[in-house]
C-alpha cells in the first residue's frame, strides 16, 4: 500500500486489491489503516493479521533477543503480500505499542521492508523528535523507498529547516517524486534558502547539460506561492 497503481490480486489478498492503491500508512489514523487493510485482505491473510495483531497487544515492548511481534514483522509478506505488507507491519508495531527503543532495534536489525514500516509507523508512535536519527540515516541511503519513507509526516514535524531541505534535494537527487514530501507547500512557503540551493541545482544541471527535473520547478513555485490554505480558513 506504498504507491498509487493498480495491481492484480494476489494469494493474500481479495478482488478488491485491483483498485487503486495510494501511500496511506503514514498518513491516516491506525484505526482506519486497518479497516482499509481488511478489506483488501482474502481471509487466511485477514485472520492471521488478527491474530499477530492480539498477539503484540497481549506481549508490547521488547522481550529479550526477539519479541513474538518482531517475528511477525518477519512473515508479514508472506502472509498478506507484498503490496500489503507494509500496511502489515505498522499496525503490528503499534499494536505492539513500540517506542523509540524497539523501534530501533527493528530498523537496525531488520530487512529493507522493516526499516521502511518503522518510518511508516513514528508519527503514529513517537510524539517527539527523539526517533530523528532514523530518519536521518534513511536519508543517508540512496534507496528510493526508504527515502519515501523517510520524508513522510514525521520528518515534516521534526526535521529542522537544515535537514529539511537537503531532503528535499535528496528526492529530486534519488528521483524520488516531491509529492512524497508531507506538508511540501507548507514548510517550502517563502523559504528563501530552499529556493537558492533548487536554483543552484538546476544552474549546474544546466552547465552539464543536463534536464532540470519538473519536480525541481514546482518545488522552486512553492517557495514563491502563496501560504496554504489552514484548516481554519476552510
Known amino acids: 500500500m506504498t504507491h498509487a497503481h493498480t495491481t492484480p490480486a494476489t494469494p493474500g489478498t481479495s478482488t478488491a486489491d485491483t483498485v487503486d492503491i495510494v ?4 498518513r491516516i489514523p491506525p484505526a482506519a489503516l486497518r479497516a482499509l487493510l481488511d ?7 485477514r485472520a492471521w493479521l488478527g491474530r499477530a495483531l492480539d498477539e503484540a497487544a497481549a506481549h508490547p515492548g521488547i522481550h529479550g533477543p526477539i519479541s513474538v511481534w518482531e517475528l ?7 502472509r498478506c503480500g507484498s503490496e500489503h505488507a507494509d500496511a502489515a507491519r505498522v499496525l503490528i508495531l503499534h499494536a505492539a505499542r513500540a517506542d523509540t527503543a524497539a523501534l530501533t532495534r527493528v530498523y537496525r536489525q531488520g530487512t529493507a521492508a522493516e526499516r521502511r514500516a518503522v518510518l511508516h509507523a513514528l508519527p503514529h508512535l513517537v510524539p517527539g523528535p527523539e526517533a530523528l536519527p532514523l530518519v536521518e540515516d534513511a536519508l543517508r541511503t540512496n534507496d528510493t523507498r ?5 520524508v513522510g509526516p514525521y520528518a515534516a514535524r521534526h ?4 535537514q529539511w531541505r537537503h531532503a528535499v534535494l ?3 537527487f534519488t528521483g524520488v517524486p516531491v509529492d512524497a514530501v508531507s506538508e511540501l507547500d507548507r514548510r517550502a512557503h517563502s523559504d528563501a534558502e530552499l529556493a537558492r540551493m533548487l536554483g543552484d541545482y538546476a544552474a549546474e544541471r544546466t552547465a552539464a ?6 519536480d525541481l520547478h514546482r518545488a522552486l513555485a512553492l517557495t514563491r506561492a502563496a ?5 481554519e480558513q476552510r
Open 23 to 26: 501511500d496511506t500508512e503514514a
Open 39 to 45: 478489506s483488501r485482505l482474502a481471509g487466511a491473510a
Open 72 to 78: 511477525r514483522l518477519a512473515e508479514a509478506g508472506r
Open 146 to 150: 526508504l527515502v519515501t519513507a523517510a
Open 159 to 162: 526535521l529542522d529547516p537544515h
Open 170 to 172: 535528496k528526492c529530486l
Open 209 to 214: 547539460g543536463r534536464a532540470v527535473p519538473d
Open 227 to 231: 501560504p496554504p490554505e489552514s484548516k
